[in-house]
């Protein structure tokens, strides 16, 4: 067990991870869960670097997360470590005859909220006015113990387990074809519909396609083909039931704070980047935000769904329309934002609106 702690991790060589990772396998994932494509993989992001295990477990990829006994997580230190002329929106021009203030202290963030009413109007003309907003918009800070845990990669949307991929110029679909066929000829006949020539300019494919209790399709972007997944309608409290009869669960919030920004004291996994501008350099910064985290992990940034964690009281990511401030449209992306929505008991988790992620944690005594 001290072995799969991150701190000793890193300094194990190839070959005794590998005796060690087996092990963890043996004893940890279901023997009725087939296990292939076991690799090694160099993971970094702002200069944070695993070596890690990536592997398939039903047909799933998964990735290998080192535990952190003493994890700090959450944020109280407001706008620390992000660029001040980006938060106020000065004027590039502006910036060399200027000096602002990137760290403020607690006392400062507390004296900032005298002056801002209970209808929660913060101030995003002032540095101690965003830096109360990120403080309200985030998890506390706190110390916890994190299990080494296999988190898959990708999450999907809720009450959905993949299938295949559907490719739309070919028309052929790889993947469990045997429950693909029995709904084929409704997908294509909704996706190649017969067109005039005139409709066919206009004519795009939908982003996604659902039809209750049968598929759930969603359109990959900037490329011909379509996910397929099978697809049940579920509450939250069935979705954590029905992934545990192989073995998995969902992450806690902790757990999944831990998995996305690795505990480090940045609000964001990928640097303090908010502003992207079309160039090279806005490009590279996309690459960092859409890829791969430190371990593997790729944590989705459209901010069109949430995503679920083992309390049905605490989702991450969210689900939003454009906003004013450049905070507002970014914070949703930290690792340890904190959305104010709701989910009720009964409530079925469109795979439209919520996404979840499967894990095996093991247990430290």
Not at 53 to 75: H, M, Q, S
Not at 79 to 98: K, M, P
Not at 115 to 123: A, I, K, P, R
């Amino acid at each position: 067990m001290e072995q799969l702690d991150w701190v000793n991790w890193k300094q194990l060589s190839d070959s005794v991870k590998k005796t060690v990772f087996q092990q963890l396998l043996l004893y940890y994932v279901d023997p009725n869960i087939e296990i292939t494509d076991i690799r090694l993989k160099n993971f970094e992001l702002y200069g944070i670097k695993c070596r890690t295990f990536e592997l398939e477990l039903d047909g799933e990829t998964f990735v290998f997360i080192p535990g952190n006994r003493e994890a700090i997580l959450g944020w109280d230190l407001g706008v620390e470590g992000l660029r001040s002329h980006e938060l106020v929106n000065v004027d590039s021009a502006e910036i060399e005859n200027q000096t602002y203030k990137a760290m403020l202290s607690r006392q400062e963030i507390d004296e900032a909220a005298d002056w801002l009413n209970v209808e929660d109007s913060y101030d995003f003309s002032t540095l101690e006015g965003i830096s109360l907003y990120i403080n309200d918009h985030t998890s506390e800070l706190r110390k916890r113990k994190i299990a080494p845990m296999l988190v898959q990669k990708y999450a999907l949307p809720a009450g959905t387990s993949i299938l295949g991929i559907l490719d739309t110029v070919t028309g052929t679909f790889r993947g469990e074809v045997g429950i693909f066929l029995q709904f084929e000829e409704e997908i294509k006949t909704m996706l190649f519909p017969p067109l005039s020539a005139q409709e066919s300019i206009f004519w795009e494919f939908p982003k996604t396609l659902h039809k209750k209790n049968c598929y759930y399709l969603e359109f990959v972007p900037t490329t011909d083909s379509y996910l397929v997944y099978s697809s049940q309608d579920c509450t939250h409290a069935g979705l954590k039931k029905r992934i545990a009869q192989k073995g998995f669960e969902m992450l806690s919030e902790d757990h999944w704070e831990f998995a996305a920004g690795a505990g480090t004291r940045r609000l964001f996994r990928w640097g303090n980047e908010l502003k992207i501008y079309p160039n090279s350099s806005g490009q590279h910064i996309l690459e960092k935000i859409n890829g791969p985290n430190m371990f593997g992990l790729i944590v989705d940034s459209h901010m069109n769904r949430y995503e679920l964690t083992r309390e049905s009281s605490s989702v991450k990511l969210e689900r939003q329309r454009p906003k004013q401030s450049l905070i507002e449209n970014m914070l949703p992306l930290s690792t340890y934002y904190q959305s104010e929505h709701i989910i009720s008991a009964e409530q079925i988790l469109s795979p439209d609106m919520y996404l979840y992620r499967k894990a095996i944690l093991v247990d430290y005594q």
